[in-house]
Nanobody, 127 residues
Framework: EVQLVESGGGLVQAGGSLRLSCAASGFTFDDYAIGWFRQAPGKEREGVSCISSSDGSTYYADSVKGRFTISSDNAKNTVYLQMNSLKPEDTAVYYC????????????????????WGQGTQVTVSS
């Protein structure tokens, strides 16, 4: 059974930090990239970041570059999203998802390309 389990969300003040984790199981981790998406109330789901388990390539949305860092521990089949300098506009439900890493490129930001999804974790940034 494929599982993606997010953790680490919570309430933080603006300027603070959180680290999200995504623990994956039930598929060949090295063949996939793991992406983070977020969805705020009334808004579309947007791609935040992605990392390829095979070659370590990373991708970021412009809105989080320089503030968020994605990393992967392949031995633990876990991907992390370190979020620093958080802003109220970062408030959303954050989801991790898995996509086959072959030919990833611009596909990383397309939610419909992803095969598996986690249940989401709430991140709330207060001003």
């Amino acid at each position: 059974e494929v599982q993606l389990v997010e953790s680490g969300g919570g309430l933080v003040q603006a300027g603070g930090s959180l680290r999200l984790s995504c623990a994956a199981s039930g598929f060949t981790f090295d063949d996939y990239a793991i992406g983070w998406f977020r969805q705020a109330p009334g808004k579309e789901r947007e791609g935040v970041s992605c990392i390829s388990s095979s070659d370590g390539s990373t991708y970021y949305a412009d809105s989080v570059k320089g503030r968020f860092t994605i990393s992967s521990d392949n031995a633990k089949n876990t991907v992390y999203l370190q979020m620093n300098s958080l802003k109220p506009e970062d408030t959303a439900v954050y989801y991790c998802a898995a996509i086959e890493s072959y030919g990833l490129g611009p596909r990383w930001g397309r939610s419909y390309e992803y095969d598996y999804w986690g249940q989401g974790t709430q991140v709330t940034v207060s001003s």
